[in-house]
């Protein structure tokens, strides 16, 4: 995973995502060439092993970028499509969460594999802010691919700017107003809620946020999520 090349995937990133994060997956739908490049971007991925050794930050940049990959691979497909989530049938039917798949050295590996069975297994919680469904409440998708070597100022920039959205973030009155991502994961970033908050601290936007949760200290409640598609065609739409 050390000498796997994300540079076909940054180069279609700059491309197709804009400042705020959202797709422009019309654009991208368009093109068969940028469809077949990220095909191709998918097979370079397959080459990987997952037995050789390899550098942690390596690790963690192969399999978010590959998680982002496969996710917009998943809503080129169904696009034109508002949300992910009409994708992701819970009895019966196609669900993109669970069976699209991306084969590395030999396995298969479905989006809740790569996040439940490994990113989360490799103690860095700011995955959260790197790895995006696809949808608005999702950290914004970052216009650049994930390297080993720009991994920590990439994912310490993203958590940044995560909670620099009110939409995923507020505090006031001794209350922390925090995106449902912070409920969902909540035992990643620490075993109780005083751990929890001390872990986000220091990217939190303002510095009574900062201080109260470096004690620990203060009420949680959580955010609604929104689900649209983050897309930049009907971004542009709401925002007239």
């Known amino acids: 995973m050390d000498r796997i090349d994300h540079i076909a995937w940054d180069a279609l990133l700059k491309k ?11 654009g991208w739908k368009r093109s068969s060439a940028d469809i077949q490049a990220l095909d191709g971007y998918l097979n370079t991925l397959s080459q990987a092993s997952t037995t050789a050794d390899a550098s942690k930050t390596a690790k963690l940049a192969f399999w978010i970028n590959s ?6 691979k998943g809503i080129l497909r169904e696009y034109p499509t508002t949300s992910i ?18 084969v590395v050295g030999g396995d298969s590996y479905s989006l809740e ?3 439940h069975k490994i990113l989360r297994k490799m103690g860095e919680p700011r ?18 691919a994930y390297t080993a070597q720009s991994l920590e100022q990439q994912i310490a920039t993203n ?17 922390f ?9 909540a035992s990643d970033f620490g075993s109780n809620q005083a751990a929890q908050l001390q872990t986000i601290s220091p990217y ?37």
């Open 127 to 144: 995955i959260h802010f790197a790895i995006v469904c696809a949808s608005r409440s999702c950290p914004p998708l970052s216009n650049e």
């Open 113 to 115: 594999d790569i996040e």
């Open 67 to 72: 998680y982002n990959a496969v996710t917009v």
């Open 159 to 175: 958590t940044r700017t995560f909670f620099a959205n009110p939409q995923n973030f507020r505090y006031g009155n001794g209350t």
């Open 16 to 26: 197709y995502v804009d400042a705020n994060g959202n797709v422009d997956y019309t």
């Open 85 to 102: 989530r009409n994708h992701t049938a819970k009895v019966f039917g196609y669900n993109i969460w669970k069976e699209l798949l991306l």
């Open 204 to 240: 939190l936007p303002d510095r009574a946020a900062q201080q109260a949760a470096a004690r620990g200290s203060g009420q949680i409640s959580y955010l609604d999520y929104d689900w649209g598609l983050n897309d930049q065609k009907t971004a542009r739409t709401a925002s007239r």
């Open 177 to 185: 107003h925090l995106s449902s991502i912070m409920d969902w994961f």
